[in-house]
C-alpha cells in the first residue's frame, strides 16, 4: 500500500470567492491562472457588478 495518496484535498490551497465568501480549492484546471481566479462559479461571476441593495 502507497503512503504518498494523492487525492488529499487538505493539501490543496484553497481562498474564498470574491462575491459569496465560499472557499474555492485549487483546481488543475486552474494551475495556469490561480492567481486570477476570484468567482467559485459562472453565477457569481455574474454577480460581480450586480447593484448591491443598501436600504
Known amino acids: 500500500m502507497k503512503s504518498d495518496f494523492k487525492g488529499n ?4 490551497p ?6 459569496c465568501g465560499r472557499p474555492m480549492s485549487w483546481r488543475k484546471a486552474w494551475a495556469r491562472n490561480w ?6 462559479s459562472d453565477a457569481c461571476r455574474a454577480r460581480k ?4 441593495s443598501h436600504g
Do not use: F, G, I
Open 9 to 12: 484535498k487538505a493539501r490543496l
Open 14 to 19: 484553497s481562498k474564498p470567492c470574491v462575491v
Open 35 to 40: 492567481d486570477e481566479v476570484k468567482y467559485c
Open 49 to 52: 457588478n450586480a447593484p448591491t
